[in-house]
Nanobody, 125 residues
């Protein structure tokens, strides 16, 4: 079955960097739309970055220029490089996979069928 396992979260000071990884298994990596989402306490889950099979990317405005989504098909791994972190980036971060490759990149939750357990990112001022 499809499994997504995130890692790389932690606590950093504002201005710092983190790199999240998402190890994927149970499907042919590189053939699906992939995305990163986050959910802060008391807020809805939001899409922040997405990448398609041709590595075309899309970002929500709040992370543009600071975050970079990428993938390594040989390693079945999705990444999110996060630079210039701000306290408002504090959230649980989730990796997600769609059931196919169409209509991608996409930041809408409904586009994705599979989710990881999440990794916590905490940014202090």
């Amino acid at each position: 079955q499809v499994q997504l396992v995130e890692s790389g979260g932690g606590s950093v000071q504002a201005g710092g960097s983190l790199r999240l990884s998402c190890a994927a298994s149970g499907f042919t990596y590189g053939a699906r739309c992939m995305g990163w989402f986050r959910q802060a306490p008391g807020k809805e889950r939001e899409g922040i970055a997405s990448i398609n099979i041709d590595s075309i990317t899309s970002y929500t405005n709040s992370v543009k220029g600071r975050f970079t989504i990428s993938q390594d098909n040989a390693k079945n791994t999705l990444y999110l490089q996060m630079n210039s972190l701000k306290p408002e980036d504090t959230a649980m971060y989730y990796c997600a996979a769609a059931s196919g490759r169409w209509l991608c990149p996409a930041l809408g939750i409904s586009r994705y069928a599979y989710w990881g357990q999440g990794t916590q990112v905490t940014v202090s001022a």
